[in-house]
């Protein structure tokens, strides 16, 4: 399947499927009624909600229970960090995405730490803010490449200083691990952990969205990985991806 026709598939797809359901919020009107109108825009994306507060973000997914929050991280009454780790006790199945103009790593970590699926810079093209929309509506991650640099930087720091007090790169067992993996399932660990989204992932390997799913579920079952930044962590023990790139 070429890209154009990957494309088609796509478009078939989500015309197909039922709408992902936002709640957008932002403290700013004017923000809000720009990014309801861009997501409009996209076609298989229905905004059902807007918060202006942290507060009136965390009762409204419990109310409207969304596929995904767009939040902003400097929110008033509450701050959108405490918003998510709130949102993610009491609305679960909603994904939250952070859209903000906070570029600093300690942000970023803190929206990690409580449970953050995505975080975009306010800066990122339109055309990114909606792949970002959809890859967390299907369960992925997705980060900015400021801040998924940070992410490997982070985690080659911790795992360097692990492999000195231990006086080994990695678990004996782990190589074992890996090498369960097949030449596909491997090249899906790798795109994965450069921060592609299956979408991107499809078309670079010409294989539907399906089997890209198919080989990421198999990856972190065999290396028995919880999520995407322990996938992130075990690609850069590998030296899979460069966390300086």
């Not at 990690?112 to 810079?121: D, T």
């Amino acid at each position: 399947m070429d890209a154009t026709e990957h494309e088609r598939h796509e478009r078939h797809e989500r015309q197909e499927r039922a709408p992902i359901r936002v709640l957008l919020a932002d403290d700013h009107d004017i923000v809000r009624e720009g990014l309801r109108a861009l997501l409009g825009m996209a076609g298989d994306i229905a905004v059902v909600g807007e918060a202006r507060t942290g507060r009136e973000a965390v009762a409204e997914a419990e109310r409207l229970r969304p596929h995904v929050v767009l939040m902003d991280i400097s929110m008033p009454e509450l701050d959108g960090v405490e918003a998510c780790a709130r949102i993610r006790q009491q609305a679960p199945e909603a994904r939250v995405l952070f859209l903000t103009m906070h570029e600093a790593e300690e942000y970023f970590f803190r929206a990690l730490r409580a449970g953050a699926a995505g975080y975009v810079i306010k800066r990122t093209a339109a055309a990114d803010l909606i792949a970002a929309v959809r890859a967390v509506a299907r369960g992925e991650a997705f980060l900015s490449p400021g801040v998924a640099h940070a992410l490997l930087s982070d985690y080659a720091g911790r795992d360097g200083e692990a492999a000195a007090d231990e006086g080994e790169p990695a678990a004996r067992g782990e190589t074992d691990r890996y090498n369960t993996l097949s030449g596909r399932e491997k090249e899906v660990l790798k795109l994965v952990a450069e921060g592609h989204t299956n979408q991107e992932i499809a078309a670079l390997l010409t294989l539907s969205i399906k089997t890209v799913q198919a080989h990421r579920a198999a990856v972190m079952e065999k290396l028995a990985l919880r999520d995407v930044t322990h996938l992130v962590r075990y690609a850069v023990r590998r030296g899979l991806v460069d966390p300086e790139r």
